[in-house]
């Protein structure tokens, strides 16, 4: 059976190649908290060579399916991962592959009272 179904091909998924990130009290602590993480870091940089699913990163970074799986919710949560095809094992099972979704990150830190103009300061 698994001789009929694609075990593996290859995906064409750039990035976009940049999302900015305005850290100003209004909720983006959550996005900086997911990439906290070494482990989120560690499936970034996995990602960043192809896409991949979630048994492969985990082999990878050298750690549990689940560890892993929880930190690609997250980053897909967060914007940063995106899945983008299906592969299907040996046995004939789906696995969702993972993409980057960008590829550079920009922090800006701003106060919440200030009108974001960087000429008036």
Known sequence: MSGLLPARRSVDHPP???????????????????????????????LREEPQPVSAIAETVETSLQNTRYHVERLCEAGFVEPVDTWYSPKGREMTVYGLLIDRLVIRFEDGSRSGDPAAD
Do not use: C, F, K, P
Request: charged content about 15%; proline content about 0%; glycine content about 10%.
């Open 16 to 46: 976009r190649n940049r999302t900015e990130i305005v850290v100003d009290g209004s909720g983006s602590g959550t996005v900086l908290s997911v990439l906290a993480s070494e482990t989120a870091h560690a499936i970034l940089s996995t």
